[in-house]
Nanobody
Framework: QVQLGESGGGLVQAGGSLRLSCSASGRTWYTYTMGWFRQAPGKEREFVAAISWNWNGGNTNYADSVKGRFTISRDNAKNTVYLQMNSLKPEDTAVYYC????????????WGQGTQVTVSS
């Protein structure tokens, strides 16, 4: 069982930055692939970024819409996954969710409660 909790959301002007944090607990959470998703009003939840686990720190992948602006990272010693968001745009406004899955799983198995990010123009 893995428990997740997001923080760091808020209101920011376009062009600004925010860093989201996801605290994780569970005995083997650090071996899980961790992801960030977002859901804007009236839209389906969409993938933002993910980081896997390996002895070298993990592989990352990003949605095309955030490549070059967002960075996902993990600090297993602090039980935390981060999403650094730079050059924010109004279209980045959404509720952001942290998620986790075992490397063998197809779908994400555990979800946080979400944190609101609002980017004003």
């Amino acid at each position: 069982q893995v428990q997740l909790g997001e923080s760091g959301g808020g209101l920011v002007q376009a062009g600004g930055s925010l860093r989201l944090s996801c605290s994780a607990s569970g005995r083997t959470w650090y071996t899980y692939t961790m992801g960030w998703f977002r859901q804007a009003p009236g839209k389906e939840r969409e993938f933002v970024a993910a980081i896997s686990w390996n002895w070298n720190g993990g592989n990352t992948n990003y949605a095309d819409s955030v490549k070059g602006r967002f960075t996902i990272s993990r600090d297993n010693a602090k039980n935390t996954v981060y999403l650094q968001m730079n050059s924010l745009k109004p279209e980045d406004t959404a509720v952001y969710y942290c998620a986790a899955k075992r490397s063998s799983a197809v779908a994400y198995e555990y979800w946080g409660q979400g944190t609101q990010v609002t980017v004003s123009s």
